[in-house]
Antibody
């Protein structure tokens, strides 16, 4: 199992960024997937998850409306579109593999290496 | 929704056992057996060490175990080793179909 994030970088406040996570080594379309972030020196914060066909998505209350999770099973890819970015969104973003069931398991057994998003003018 | 409550730090000597608590509410920890624990070394991605309260992924040491009572889950590390020095996070599924993490606990091996 391998998860590789990309798309991070420096963005100005109010800007947008789209993160990608390419999965390999497992049947991507069978699994819920998730995004988790970690601000510098801080703890883990769950961001969002998405079910196998993209028909069910859940978001952390603090992020609703600004972030959108999506996936492309044909490309084994998970995405996170981030709009109206704020300095407090600066963090390492991790994609994670969730459950192969009809509902999220709430745990993530494989993680990517993480990608840094910096929001600053 | 506030993070699950964990002690900021716990320490112990090699060979000792330590316990890290994780307190939530009836809407998360107390309502589901979907509590998980993660170990994170500096500069590394988190690693799942326990899930569904008690279960250990393949390859994780049996020195890691867990329990749950009411709204509080606990991680027990027995036979503490130098390599166990890391940050530990609990997480729980919630009634809103989301996931919530604890604030994290720094474990120091004296």
């Amino acid at each position: 199992v391998q998860l590789v994030e990309s798309g991070g970088g420096l963005v100005q406040p109010g800007g947008s960024l789209k993160l990608s996570c390419v999965a390999s080594g497992f049947s991507f379309s069978n699994y819920w997937m998730t995004w988790v972030r970690q601000a510098p020196g801080k703890g883990l914060e769950w961001v969002a998850n998405i079910n196998q066909d993209g028909s069910e998505r859940h978001y952390a209350d603090s992020l609703r409306g600004r972030f959108t999770i999506s996936r492309d099973n044909a490309d084994n890819s998970l995405y996170l579109q981030m709009n109206s970015l704020r300095p407090e969104d600066t963090a390492i973003f991790y994609c994670g593999r969730d459950a192969p069931y009809s509902a999220s398991s709430g745990f993530f057994d494989h993680w990517g290496q993480g990608i840094l998003v910096s929001v600053s003018s | 929704q506030s993070a699950l409550t964990q002690p900021a730090s716990v320490s112990g000597s090699p060979g000792q056992s330590i316990t890290i608590s994780c307190t939530g509410t009836n809407s998360d920890v107390g309502g589901y057996n979907f509590v998980s624990w993660y170990q994170q070394h500096p500069g590394k991605a988190p690693k799942l060490i326990l899930y569904n309260v008690f279960d250990r992924p393949s390859g994780v040491s049996r020195r890691f175990s867990a329990s749950k009572s009411g709204n509080t889950a606990s991680l027990i590390i027995s036979g503490l080793q130098a390599e166990d020095e890391a940050d530990y996070y609990c997480a729980s599924y919630t009634s809103r179909s989301t996931v919530i993490f604890g604030g994290g606990t720094k474990v120091t091996v004296l």
